[in-house]
């Protein structure tokens, strides 16, 4: 296709594979694939269906990315490793005849541009479209075989539409236990008013019912069941920044990650998502993927279920509940602990210390009300990560009441501590120190007794603190109930059983995973469509008015605070733009006045559902035509889960983006939206590439490529700096761009070097000096097809003989099982076999069959597709080689024609021989016997016996 090259240099031939001929070549196939629409998949419908007749006959591939952030800096080498991945990947896929789908697009919602907005009054739009411009034309240059009339980014209007479309639908549920699903509201409705449902406990008010409630009470208690729902509950609150940031964006010291300014714990009103109802079922639903075990570990962990009971004390006519998974220990219940934020601390909490009152339990307060007080704003400011911390020191006050425990009737002080934490459980504990470490440091802090309700063994040191061992149950006993003697197990199916029994307690299952926390005081999110009536209660905008646009603002920043003004309220960026927020509508009622939302939607949101996106990027009827995602994502089979075929990522993402997927899925399959119940089938983690980075005497990072080596001394500027090994990225400034080896070595060298550095889903070194290897590899394979002196092609139409026969077909079934278990260093090293085979098999002037020839291009073509291209064009072929079918190989040629035996004599091995593949014994000890070793070995002695096993050894015992 291309034409050549005049010589480099004097000395170079002028027909050889350099680096310019590469740059060209590369470029000039690109702009084909764009011109052809080489990679343009048809769907078997719609906009997007012209071609279909042609892949109708074969089975679909959706292979998927997680798609970037479109980052200022652009991508660095660790990026492509997975976008290389999945381009070697569907490549393969598509010559092996299967309809591939590979996308990609851009989550563009995010911090920094809104940050760079701040700063310069720039859009972030601006910035954010412009990355974009840069990300799409690094990923054209490294020529991946992207479907670009699939690409979007989540800023897009005409996608965030349909992400708020996505909101609503989840705002018009509720969970239903009984069947386990999520149903529209008008369906919970129908049944209350039908008297065929109650309202969920803690949705009515008390001493209420459905039928007396008032439009707006019963719109309330509706609101009260929804998966989407507005919630006060405590969150990181950061005056210095003006916005609630997740548990992720604290640091373990209890300051923002970005700025370092103080946080909060603190209760605000906010969207939350119901996650917790789909607890269980993304829990059990992690057997049916193909996943790894150590991702779904993660999010096993994450979600963190546990079994127990709920046992119930009563404090002060209020009930306190308590969730344990070791009801057995209530005999050593001690004192209970509720968390600084729980509900109940102010109800319970007491006018006036009781007399005699220890010192150490009232924080030297004069009052409890101030010692409560005091502590919840100490607690505030810290992380939840830091209040987890093990073997930190033991803070806590007393609230000046006990709880009464209803197995011993023994009165318990009740304190607030900040190790208690009201998104697990019930954000209150029943403490038992002889069991459990922290509750035996707080009590040591705070002089309360220790009971031992587990036998420690003989030679246990009582001060060690607690026993966490097994053991039969002591001191648990009384009138009530005999505990002693039983084993873990039995004592507590008995003690729920007598809870049960007297109204204390119930058996249960909770979680450690909280609902989602779904909103955020940012200009650069998706607007809710959501508006306030007249009652401040919640209504969805109708579809007609989606998508609801951002209005544009002078000032993108939130309203801060000064840092340590913890009881200051949000004030998004949003809030100012008054006439976009008071707006009149006609939502059925006629045109009323309405308020709207001012939060926005945090950057998860885009990236929940943009895989279904791809399917059908153009429909603005639909979030997706029900045809097309059960073509790319449907059950291959009764009980299969569905979902893309393959989503490589960052294991970062574990148990955010992917929990945040699977839950948004599994409502939208609910609900009749989807045919599949997972998102993503199989997925795989690609492994991180490190590099040098270097710190200076203060401990920051300095530009890596501006280190210089000196008497072996590393120096920045002059100055010595220490080197250590890490991930390249930003943060170490070890950044290494592909455009700089793209430049050096052109786009398939850098391509074969990152497959060739090991198994997509392990991590590896990054050695720029190696990236010559590959260079050199692609050169030889050039030389295999091309003559460098006169650019004539080499193949020609005579048979391999049969060693090359063997050598080919066996790379072709080593490279085959490369590209299906993603480990591309096997199929290069492989393609690296057959292509040295052939240089000398081959010499220059003599002609290379065709056949073989045209199978090491095929071979190599998802790997450097480029080279491939211009190959395959010079063989004399006019279509693409991406739809070219991947070689198959003859089994003949992998099965070995003699194979060598070990020969031993009394059991250790003398000599090897080489024999036919299907040698019988007799064969075996004939040849043997003839080996000048074995004869040396037999001089002389007397063989008692011949063990002959064919294809293994052959032992002769002598005497």
């Known amino acids: 296709m291309t034409q050549t090259t005049e010589p480099t240099a004097d000395g170079v031939p002028p027909h050889r594979y350099t680096p310019a001929l590469a740059q060209q070549i590369e470029l000039a196939w690109q702009d084909r694939w764009e011109a052809e629409g080489t990679f343009h998949t048809p769907n078997p419908v719609g906009p997007l269906s012209e071609g279909f007749d042609r892949v109708a006959d074969r089975p679909k591939a959706f292979v998927m990315d997680m798609f970037p952030y479109p980052s200022g800096a652009g991508l660095h080498v660790g990026h492509p ?188 009103t906010q969207w939350m998502m119901r996650i917790t109802a789909y607890a269980e079922r993304l829990i059990d639903d992690l057997d049916r993927l193909d996943w790894s075990d150590s991702l779904k570990q ?24 308590v969730f344990t998974t070791r009801p057995d220990t209530l005999f050593g219940a001690t004192y209970l602990v509720l968390a600084p934020e729980h509900p109940l601390v102010a109800a319970l909490t007491a006018d006036a210390w009781p007399a005699g009152a220890d010192p150490r339990w009232t924080g ?17 400011r810290r992380s939840e990560l830091e209040r987890q911390t093990e073997g930190r020191d033991k803070t806590g006050v007393w609230l000046g009441v006990t709880a009464r425990n209803p197995l011993t009737g023994a009165d318990l002080p009740v304190f607030i501590a900040d190790y208690v934490l009201t998104g697990y459980g019930t954000g209150a504990i029943m403490a038992v120190p002889g069991e459990d470490q922290r509750d035996w440091e707080f009590a040591q802090v705070f002089g309360l007794p220790v009971v ?122 949003l809030s100012r733009a008054t006439e976009w927020t008071t707006v009149t509508l006609d939502l059925g009622e006629g045109p009323k006045e309405y308020r709207r939302e001012t939060n926005t939607m945090p950057n998860w949101a885009g990236s929940c559902w943009y895989y279904l996106r791809y399917t059908d990027p153009t429909n603005d009827q639909q979030f997706v035509d029900p045809e097309l995602e059960r073509y790319w994502m449907g059950p291959r089979e009764p009980g299969d889960v569905g979902g893309v075929d393959l989503y490589v990522g960052g294991v970062e993402h574990a148990v955010l983006h992917l929990l945040y997927a699977r839950f948004w899925h599994k409502v939208l399959f609910d609900l009749g939206h989807v045919s599949s119940e997972e998102p993503f089938r199989r997925l795989v983690n690609q492994g991180y590439i490190s590099a040098y980075a270097y710190t200076d005497a203060r401990g920051f990072y300095v ?37 700089e080896m793209i430049a050096a070595y052109g786009a398939d060298t850098f391509r074969v070097y990152e497959m060739s550095t090991g198994p997509l889903d392990q991590s590896r070194p990054w050695e720029t000096k190696a990236v010559v290897g590959s260079a050199r590899l692609l050169a030889r394979i050039w030389r295999v097809v091309v003559d460098e002196e006169t650019g004539v092609v080499r193949a020609g139409d005579v048979e391999p003989d049969d060693d090359t026969s063997r050598a080919l077909h066996r790379a072709i079934e080593a490279v085959r099982d490369g590209m299906t278990t993603l480990r591309f260093n096997i199929a290069i090293a492989r393609i690296t076999e ?41 063989l004399g072929h006019a279509g693409s080689v991406a739809w070219a079918q991947f070689p198959v190989a003859d089994e003949q040629w992998l099965v070995d024609d003699t194979v060598e035996v070990a020969v031993q004599v009394n059991g ?37 016996r011949v063990i002959a096993v064919p294809g293994r050894l052959v032992n002769f015992v002598v005497g």
């Open 908 to 944: 250790k091995v003398r000599a090897q021989v080489a024999v036919p593949a299907d040698a019988d014994a007799a064969t075996l000890e004939a040849a043997a016997r003839a080996d000048e070793k074995v004869v040396a070995q037999l001089e002389g002695k007397t063989v008692r």
């Open 81 to 268: 490793l997975g976008y290389l991945g999945t381009d070697v990947t569907s490549r393969f896929l598509r010559m092996d005849g299967r309809n591939v789908l590979h996308p990609m697009g851009y989550d563009a919602f995010g911090l920094p541009a809104e940050q760079y907005a701040v700063q310069t009054g720039q859009h972030p739009r601006v910035t954010t479209e412009a990355n974009i411009a840069a990300i799409s034309a690094q990923l054209r240059r490294l020529g991946v075989d992207h479907d670009t009339r699939r690409t979007f980014a989540t800023i897009d209007p005409g996608y965030y539409k349909w992400t708020q479309w996505i909101f609503r639908q989840v705002f018009e549920a509720w969970f239903d236990t009984e069947t386990d699903r999520a149903r529209p509201i008008p369906e919970l409705v129908a049944e209350l008013d039908a008297g065929t449902r109650q309202p969920a406990p803690g949705t009515l008010p008390e001493g209420q019912t459905w039928g007396a409630l008032d439009e707006v009470g019963r719109r309330r208690v509706v609101d009260a069941h929804r998966l989407a729902y507005r919630h006060s509950a405590p969150v990181n609150w950061c005056p210095g920044l003006g916005t609630v940031l997740s548990n992720e964006e604290v640091t373990a010291d209890g300051r923002s990650e970005r700025g370092n300014f103080p946080v909060f714990r603190r209760p605000l």
């Open 452 to 573: 031992r309700t587990v036998q420690p063994p003989a030679d246990f040191d009582e001060a060690s603190g607690a026993y966490t061992g097994t053991g039969p149950m002591i001191n648990s006993s009384n009138e009530q109930l005999s505990l002693d003697g039983l084993d873990k197990a039995a004592a507590i199916a008995e003690v729920t059983e007598w809870l049960v029994a007297g109204g204390h307690g119930e058996a249960t299952t909770t979680y450690k995973l909280r609902d989602w926390l779904f909103s955020r005081q940012r200009y650069w999110g998706e607007p809710f469509p959501i508006v306030y009536d007249e009652n401040d209660l919640p209504v969805a905008v109708p579809d007609s008015m989606l998508p609801v646009l951002l209005p544009e603002v002078d000032d993108y920043s939130p309203k801060t605070f000064a840092d340590d003004d913890a009881d200051s309220q949000p004030e998004p960026p």
């Open 364 to 380: 030297g307060a004069a009052t409890p009300a101030e010692a409560v007080a005091a502590y919840q704003l100490q607690a505030s």
């Open 834 to 874: 057959l292509t040295n085979h052939l240089t000398a098999a081959c010499p220059p002037g003599t002609a290379v069959p065709r056949s073989v020839a045209e199978s090491l291009v095929l071979l190599v073509a998802p790997l450097a597709p480029h080279l491939a291209e211009e190959l395959w064009s010079r």
């Open 703 to 739: 530009p890596a490529a501006d280190v210089v080596e000196r008497d072996g001394q590393f120096l920045y500027e002059g100055q010595p700096v220490n080197r250590e090994y890490g991930k390249i990225g930003k943060s170490l400034k070890n950044m290494i761009t592909p455009d």
């Open 298 to 321: 993660m999010q096993r962990n994450w979600i963190g279920r546990s079994t127990g009971a709920r046992i119930r004390f009563g404090v002060s006519g209020e009930t306190v509940e």
